[in-house]
T-cell receptor, first 118, second 116 residues
Framework: DAMVIQNPRYQVTQFGKPVTLSCSQT?????MYWYQQKSSQAPKLLFH???????NEADTPDNFQSRRPNTSFCFLDIRSPGLGDTAMYLC?????????????????FGDGTRLSIL | KQEVTQIPAALSVPEGENLVLNCSFT??????LQWFRQDPGKGLTSLLL?????REQTSGRLNASLDKSSGRSTLYIAASQPGDSATYLC???????????????FGPGTRLSVLP
């Protein structure tokens, strides 16, 4: 009964070779997030989708892009991975209100994709 | 800029002990604070969510408190078990200055080991 599913669990790719990570959810949440977590560090928010609206964090490298074709799916694309992009990538969802009203609903995380760049 | 810290970075206790994990944040203007558990190589599992208007939340052997004015939260674990061994992270949800942006800021976590 997994609610946020990330694929693949493990991904190894070569330096500079584009890679796509996927996330799907069965919660029908309107917000989806992508985080990068390096070893022994806090998760760092890369970007999120509020419905169809994309919100990029100011310090997210241009190398990282995202797509959300529908409510259930969200993809993280890394165009030209570098060695420094080796990390765990976490997808999360939440249900939020409209405009400036933020509901106090929790974030739900997937099990992550461990990405290694060789 | 909101910053979240957690003390201690690591903690090792014998089974059965009660323990407290600490989380501090620099800006008290938060919507809520969430405690997570992360097992090695896994994602985050939500443990407790405290809204900004609340003082504490309880779930089983876990109790989380929030003192927004002082920028502190604690996670109390009663009668610890080896299965509690994991990294515990706190995260605050705070407003951003741009359009309806959302700001989740995580602490670096406390790595807990409960020894049998």
């Amino acid at each position: 009964d997994a609610m946020v599913i990330q694929n693949p669990r493990y991904q190894v790719t070569q330096f500079g070779k584009p890679v796509t990570l996927s996330c799907s959810q069965t919660l029908n949440h309107n917000v989806m997030y992508w985080y990068q977590q390096k070893s022994s560090q806090a998760p760092k928010l890369l970007f999120h989708y509020y419905d169809k609206d994309f919100n990029n964090e100011a310090d997210t490298p241009d190398n990282f892009q995202s797509r959300r074709p529908n409510t259930s799916f969200c993809f993280l694309d890394i165009r030209s991975p570098g060695l420094g992009d080796t990390a765990m990538y976490l997808c999360a969802t939440s249900r939020d209100g409209t405009d400036n009203f933020y509901s106090n609903q929790p974030q739900h995380f997937g099990d992550g994709t461990r990405l290694s760049i060789l | 800029k909101q910053e979240v810290t957690q003390i201690p970075a690591a903690l090792s206790v014998p089974e059965g002990e009660n323990l407290v994990l600490n989380c501090s944040f620099t800006d008290s203007a938060i919507y809520n604070l969430q405690w997570f558990r992360q097992d090695p190589g896994k994602g985050l599992t939500s443990l407790l969510l405290i809204q900004s208007s609340q003082r504490e939340q309880t779930s089983g052997r876990l109790n989380a408190s929030l003192d927004k004015s002082s920028g502190r939260s604690t996670l109390y674990i009663a009668a610890s078990q080896p299965g509690d061994s994991a990294t515990y992270l706190c995260a605050v949800r705070a407003p951003k200055t741009d359009n309806y942006g959302q700001n989740f800021v995580f602490g670096p976590g406390t790595r807990l080991s409960v020894l049998p």
